[in-house]
């Protein structure tokens, strides 16, 4: 069985600071994704950012970047200059089907981006 | 892009009432289709995995007779919540794979009184 843990239930920073959140998975396979989704208060799943697990560069965009470290299985989002609309739950998944899998997901951290 | 709709996205039932969901891949075919539950202030967690053509795949611990998946076609997947208790409140959420990327339907909120 595959296992995504996220240990921060809850950041809070301030506006156009920086902040990190964390996930270590677990998984068999050898081919695998990970992916950052955001979900705010209107509870739609949003894409964040995605790493191939093949990829040993890691995936940026925009003000969105990732520190992937796949021998600790370690999967940390940066959020850089922060803003009021990054509030909301963030969920660490993992992929590793051929399209016949469902996401494993992390239990989330609530971000607060103070103004 | 690739879109999923939800319907409805909030529904209300008395106990003992069966409720269904639909959750339809708008301009792309899912031969496959995934279930979640969300309780208040929790994650996700996979239900099902609905199989167009064939019986759908539960999870550990959920009860295929209360939650019925039918896939219709290949755009179309239906959740049932037969005999609806107020525990089966919660908030579902469907979503479709394209190649390696998972698209989510926007949630449909069950309430049962």
Redesign the interface.
């Not at chain 1, 850089?80 to 969920?91: C, K």
């Given at each position: 069985a595959q296992t995504v843990t996220q240990s921060q239930p809850e950041m809070s920073v301030q506006e156009a600071e920086t902040v990190t959140l964390s996930c270590t998975y677990d998984t068999s396979e050898s081919n695998y994704y990970l992916f950052w989704y955001k979900q705010p208060p209107s509870r739609q799943m949003i894409l964040v950012i995605r790493q191939e697990a093949y990829k040993q560069q890691n995936a940026t965009e925009n003000r969105f970047s990732v520190n992937f470290q796949k021998a600790a299985k370690s999967f940390s989002l940066k959020i850089s200059d922060s803003q009021l609309g990054d509030t909301a739950m963030y969920f660490c998944a993992l992929y590793s089907g051929g399209g016949a899998d469902g996401l494993t997901f992390g239990k989330g951290t609530h971000l607060i981006i103070q103004p | 892009g690739a879109v999923v709709s939800q319907h409805p996205s909030w529904v209300i039932c008395k106990s003992g009432t069966s409720v269904k969901i639909e959750c339809r891949s708008l301009d792309f075919q899912a031969?496959?289709m995934?279930w979640?539950r969300?309780f208040p202030k929790?994650?996700?967690?996979?239900m099902a995995?609905s199989n167009e053509g064939s019986k759908a795949t539960y999870e550990q611990g959920v009860e295929k007779d209360k939650f019925l998946i039918n896939h219709a076609s290949l755009t179309l997947s239906t959740l049932t919540v037969t005999s609806a208790h107020p525990e089966d409140s919660s908030?579902y959420?469907c979503?479709a794979?394209k190649?390696?990327?998972?698209y989510?339907g926007?949630?449909t909120r069950l309430t049962v009184t």
């Amino acid at each position: 069985a595959q296992t995504v843990t996220q240990s921060q239930p809850e950041m809070s920073v301030q506006e156009a600071e920086t902040v990190t959140l964390s996930c270590t998975y677990d998984t068999s396979e050898s081919n695998y994704y990970l992916f950052w989704y955001k979900q705010p208060p209107s509870r739609q799943m949003i894409l964040v950012i995605r790493q191939e697990a093949y990829k040993q560069q890691n995936a940026t965009e925009n003000r969105f970047s990732v520190n992937f470290q796949k021998a600790a299985k370690s999967f940390s989002l940066k959020i850089s200059d922060s803003q009021l609309g990054d509030t909301a739950m963030y969920f660490c998944a993992l992929y590793s089907g051929g399209g016949a899998d469902g996401l494993t997901f992390g239990k989330g951290t609530h971000l607060i981006i103070q103004p | 892009g690739a879109v999923v709709s939800q319907h409805p996205s909030w529904v209300i039932c008395k106990s003992g009432t069966s409720v269904k969901i639909e959750c339809r891949s708008l301009d792309f075919q899912a031969t496959t289709m995934f279930w979640y539950r969300q309780f208040p202030k929790q994650s996700l967690m996979l239900m099902a995995t609905s199989n167009e053509g064939s019986k759908a795949t539960y999870e550990q611990g959920v009860e295929k007779d209360k939650f019925l998946i039918n896939h219709a076609s290949l755009t179309l997947s239906t959740l049932t919540v037969t005999s609806a208790h107020p525990e089966d409140s919660s908030f579902y959420i469907c979503s479709a794979p394209k190649r390696w990327e998972q698209y989510f339907g926007p949630g449909t909120r069950l309430t049962v009184t």
